[in-house]
């Protein structure tokens, strides 16, 4: 069936540091794939989202670059800030359908 | 545009009490969205609507819960019977064609 799989449950790192969050899917369909930022007691928000192959999106300093051939989607930054300190989600969808949510990572970032 | 609104946005029964959670998409959405979360569970999927026809509740506890979309502008989550494991913040979310779903506030249920 569809799923997403996000293999680290928390991320902790100091400010200005790289980081990068994993994402792996599967799925038969070709997908859009999302990352969606949750802040503490707030909604979760779309931070990226791409269905082309090989083609690296950003916003807001983050990036991913969606690899079909290792269903991939990991999500990266090249210097965290204090207020990146959120709950980030992976997730898929086709066709119109619902979107799969992965289990989170949250991400953690210290002075 | 005021985002999709839900109401209340904290709502507290007892143990076999029932709870109705309203969700209002943005306009001109055409799908939407509920889902519970919880540290333990996290985000976990429920039901959706497109078109106002239920499309997938796979992820509904099959007694308690009951989901409607009766129009275009608003859906409702009812739980009956309400238990403590139901303590959650319910989000509903609205999508056009994109895929792309915007997430309201969320209602936070405690159930006592």
């Known amino acids: 069936g569809d799923s997403v799989t996000q293999t680290e449950g928390l991320v902790t790192l100091t400010k200005g540091l790289p980081v990068m969050l994993n994402c792996t899917y599967q799925t038969t369909y070709s997908p859009f794939l999302f990352w969606y930022v949750q802040h503490l007691n707030e909604a979760p928000k779309l931070l990226l989202k791409s269905s082309t192959d090989n083609k690296r999106t950003e916003h807001q300093g983050f990036y991913a670059t969606l690899h079909k051939s290792s269903s991939s989607f990991h999500l990266q930054k090249s210097s965290v800030q204090l207020s990146d300190s959120a709950l980030y989600f992976c997730a898929l969808s086709y066709s119109n359908n619902r979107i799969f949510f992965g289990d989170g990572t949250q991400l953690v970032v210290k002075p | 545009n005021a985002g999709v609104i839900q109401t209340p946005r904290h709502k507290v029964t007892g143990k076999g009490q029932e709870a109705t959670l309203w969700c209002e998409p943005i306009s001109g959405h055409s799908a939407v969205f509920w889902y519970r979360q919880t540290i333990v569970q996290g985000l976990e999927f429920l039901t959706y609507?497109?078109?106002?026809?239920?499309?997938?509740d796979s992820g509904m506890p099959k007694e308690r819960f009951s989901a409607q979309m009766p129009n275009q502008s608003h859906s409702t989550l009812k739980i009956q019977s309400t238990q403590p494991q139901d303590s959650a913040v319910y989000l509903c979310?609205?999508?056009?064609?994109?895929?792309?779903?915007?997430f309201g506030p969320g209602t936070r249920l405690t159930v006592l």
């Open positions: 979310a609205s999508s056009f064609l994109t895929d792309e779903q915007y």
């Open positions: 609507f497109r078109n106002q026809a239920p499309i997938d």
